[in-house]
Nanobody
Framework: QVQLVESGGGLVQAGGSLRLSCAAS????????VGWFRQAPGKDREFVAV????????SYADSVKGRFTISRDNAKNTVYLQMNSLKPEDTAVYYC?????????????????WGQGTQVTISS
């Protein structure tokens, strides 16, 4: 059983940066694919980025490509999401999630473990 806790959210102006952290405990975190998702009010939860287990392959949604970077430190059981050049449309609750396989990594329902979420608000 993997427990995930996000941190690092906050309020920043457009063009600013934030770094989100996803700290894991329990289970075999280093072998899990870990994804970041976000959900804005009234919208479905959407895929943002994902990183694979030990070899750290990454993938991004088109809307964040070139602005966000996902990384992981398996020694610290932590995955990071560095967010630069933030836009008001990035405002959402951001969640990290973990799954055992790489397949269909954009589908929230296939992730077994979820954090509680952290609010990111970008002012214009």
């Amino acid at each position: 059983q993997v427990q995930l806790v996000e941190s690092g959210g906050g309020l920043v102006q457009a063009g600013g940066s934030l770094r989100l952290s996803c700290a894991a405990s329990g289970g075999t975190f280093s072998s899990n694919a870990v994804g970041w998702f976000r959900q804005a009010p009234g919208k479905d939860r959407e895929f943002v980025a994902v990183i694979s287990g030990r070899v750290s392959i990454t993938s991004y949604a088109d809307s964040v490509k070139g602005r966000f970077t996902i990384s992981r430190d398996n020694a610290k059981n932590t995955v990071y999401l560095q967010m630069n050049s933030l836009k008001p449309e990035d405002t959402a609750v951001y969640y990290c999630a973990a799954k055992n396989s790489w397949a269909d990594y954009t589908t929230p329902a296939l992730y077994a473990y979820w954090g509680q979420g952290t609010q990111v608000t970008i002012s214009s």
